[in-house]
Antibody, heavy 123, light 110 residues
Framework: EVQLVQSGPEVKKPGESLMISCETS????????VGWVRQMPGKGLEWVANICPGDSQTRYSRSFQGQVTISADKSISTAYLQWSSLKASDTAMYYCVRRATGSTTSDHWFDPWGQGTLVIVSS | QSVLSQPPSVSGTPGQRVTISCSGSNSNIGSNTVNWYQQLAGTAPTLLIY???RRPSGVPDRFSGSRSGTSASLAISGLQSEDEADYYCAAWDDNLSGYVFGAGTKVTVL
């Protein structure tokens, strides 16, 4: 069974740094891109970034480029999302996702999803 | 404002058929496949439909997807109380070079 298990909730102050994790199992980690999706309180879903664990290629949403960093550790099949200086507006639930691809690279979807990591940034 | 437009809410009675529309453009729905995700209250989203009309194993055939031009639709036939959830359409957008979601549609079973 494919599983994505995320790290626990975080409460941070503005300006602090943070790294959240997504531990994967049940498949070959290097064969699938892994990504992150943000959901702000009471709002919809926003794609943040993807990474190919096999060669560390990354893709960022223009909205998040420069705001976060995605990374992966092949040795422990784990992906990360990190902030160097958090803002109150980073308060949200963050979901880890595995990207599956169809016949073309633009034919892709997210499945499964992790359980979510709640990040609260407040002074 | 989302690149993909969905109605904020739809409702129906048990057993009824409801549809959710997702309107986009040539750079997303018009040229790339559409996926649908279901998010039950307080839980993580799950994949409902991928590549326009394919269902992952375990998804009932009451759910179906379609596309026409730059719009897509999700139909739920034989509506059940457990279908009450938020539904999101999504697709790759060539202009944005990114994966975009609709704002979501809340389905209420009356």
């Amino acid at each position: 069974e494919v599983q994505l298990v995320q790290s626990g909730p975080e409460v941070k102050k503005p300006g602090e740094s943070l790294m959240i994790s997504c531990e994967t199992s049940g498949y070959s980690f290097t064969n699938y891109w892994v990504g992150w999706v943000r959901q702000m309180p009471g709002k919809g879903l926003e794609w943040v970034a993807n990474i190919c664990p096999g060669d560390s290629q990354t893709r960022y949403s223009r909205s998040f480029q420069g705001q976060v960093t995605i990374s992966a550790d092949k040795s422990i099949s784990t992906a990360y999302l990190q902030w160097s200086s958090l803002k109150a507006s980073d308060t949200a639930m963050y979901y880890c996702v595995r990207r599956a691809t169809g016949s073309t690279t633009s034919d892709h979807w997210f499945d499964p999803w992790g359980q979510g990591t709640l990040v609260i940034v407040s002074s | 404002q989302s690149v993909l437009s969905q109605p904020p809410s739809v409702s129906g009675t048990p057993g009824q058929r409801v549809t959710i529309s997702c309107s986009g453009s040539n750079s997303n729905i018009g040229s790339n496949t559409v996926n649908w995700y279901q998010q039950l209250a307080g839980t993580a989203p799950t994949l409902l439909i991928y590549s326009y009309n394919r269902r992952p194993s375990g998804v009932p055939d009451r759910f179906s997807g379609s596309r026409s031009g730059t719009s897509a639709s999700l139909a739920i036939s034989g509506l059940q109380s457990e279908d009450e959830a938020d539904y999101y359409c999504a697709a790759w957008d060539d202009n944005l070079s990114g994966y975009v979601f609709g704002a979501g549609t809340k389905v209420t079973v009356l």
